[in-house]
T-cell receptor
């Protein structure tokens, strides 16, 4: 029972580098989302998707891209890393509707130097 | 405007006592869901309890209960008989259905410390 698999767990980037955080779920969930967690600010929504081929911006989308070519995968791309993107990133999936609990990946601790 | 407000950055409670973590929300939608998650120091997010906007009874899950006051737009988490393992960060969250996107919005969290 894999649930939501998020990789890598830790990453250090230099300013200006790009990278992709991977997220995969095996629960056939339509809804997937990416959050960043910063001290004192809770979890802020970066991007989300309600199904394959459909993505939308959340609260803090600048500097990040997403795509959803399959139901299972929802990668997050950092286009040109900046120190302000140092954070812990979580991927989550759930059924659509107001009652679906979110299943989270283990998180990625990203440091941009 | 904040959709989810948690006004207590930190709380202390004595072991075996009950504690209430506050959460207020803002929505004009009639259909929505309210959730609480626990994040221990290890970092994973653990689902605790869910309350639907049409549910008339307060949700309960073991030692967790959700005190749902719809008119006041509050969804406080009550933990009874606190244990040392309850020390963690707690997040309140909401899903609205108005746009059909069912976005998950989280509050800023409350850090709970249980004292022996």
């Amino acid at each position: 029972n894999a649930g939501v698999t998020q990789t890598p767990k830790f990453q250090v980037l230099k300013t200006g580098q790009s990278m992709t955080l991977q997220c995969a779920q095996d629960m056939n969930h339509e809804y997937m989302s990416w959050y960043r967690q910063d001290p004192g600010m809770g979890l802020r929504l970066i991007h989300y998707s309600v199904g394959a081929g459909i993505t939308d911006q959340g609260e803090v989308p600048n500097g990040y891209n997403v795509s959803r070519s399959t139901t299972e995968d929802f990668p997050l791309r950092l286009l040109s890393a900046a120190p302000s993107q140092t954070s812990v990133y979580f991927c989550a999936s759930s059924l659509t509707g107001t009652g679906g609990e979110a299943f989270f990946g283990q998180g990625t601790r990203l440091t941009v130097v | 405007a904040q959709k989810i407000t948690q006004t207590q950055p930190g709380m202390f409670v004595q072991e075996k006592e009950a504690v209430t973590l506050d959460c207020t929300y803002d929505t004009s939608d009639q259909s929505y869901g309210l959730f609480w998650y626990k994040q221990p120091s290890s970092g994973e997010m653990i689902f605790l309890i869910y309350q639907g906007s049409y549910d008339e009874q307060n949700a309960t899950e073991g030692r967790y209960s959700l005190n749902f006051q719809k008119a006041r737009k509050s969804a406080n988490l009550v933990i009874s008989a606190s244990q040392l393992g309850d020390s963690a960060m707690y997040f309140c969250a909401m899903r609205e259905g108005v746009s059909g996107t069912y976005k998950y919005i989280f509050g800023t969290g409350t850090r709970l410390k249980v004292l022996a």
